[in-house]
Nanobody
């Protein structure tokens, strides 16, 4: 049974930092591209970014580019999202997701393309 579990969310002031982690069990995470998504109240879920199976490629949404960094440790079956210079508009529930694709496949940003999801972790940025 595949399970993704996010952790590290919380309340932070604007300009602060948080690091989210996503641990995978029941799956070898190196077999998946991994994505981070977020959903703010009253809004649709949106892509934050993604990282390739080997970690050699990443992409980021324009709204977080230069502030967020995705990394992975395949030996630990874990993916992280480092969030710096946080803004109130970053407030959302953050989800990690796994996309089972062949090695070298492109990074995808549509949530329906991902196969497995975590339960989400709340990030709240106060002004």
């Amino acid at each position: 049974q595949v399970q993704l579990v996010e952790s590290g969310g919380g309340l932070v002031q604007a300009g602060g930092s948080l690091r989210l982690s996503c641990g995978a069990s029941g799956v070898t995470s190196s077999s998946y591209n991994m994505g981070w998504f977020r959903q703010a109240p009253g809004k649709e879920r949106e892509s934050v970014g993604a990282i390739s199976r080997s970690g050699d490629r990443t992409y980021y949404a324009d709204s977080v580019k230069g502030r967020f960094t995705i990394s992975r440790d395949n030996a630990e079956n874990a993916v992280s999202l480092q969030m710096n210079s946080l803004k109130p508009e970053d407030t959302a529930v953050y989800y990690c997701a796994a996309d089972k694709v062949p090695y070298g496949y492109g990074l995808r940003s549509q949530d329906w393309e991902y196969d497995y999801w975590g339960q989400g972790t709340q990030v709240t940025v106060s002004s």
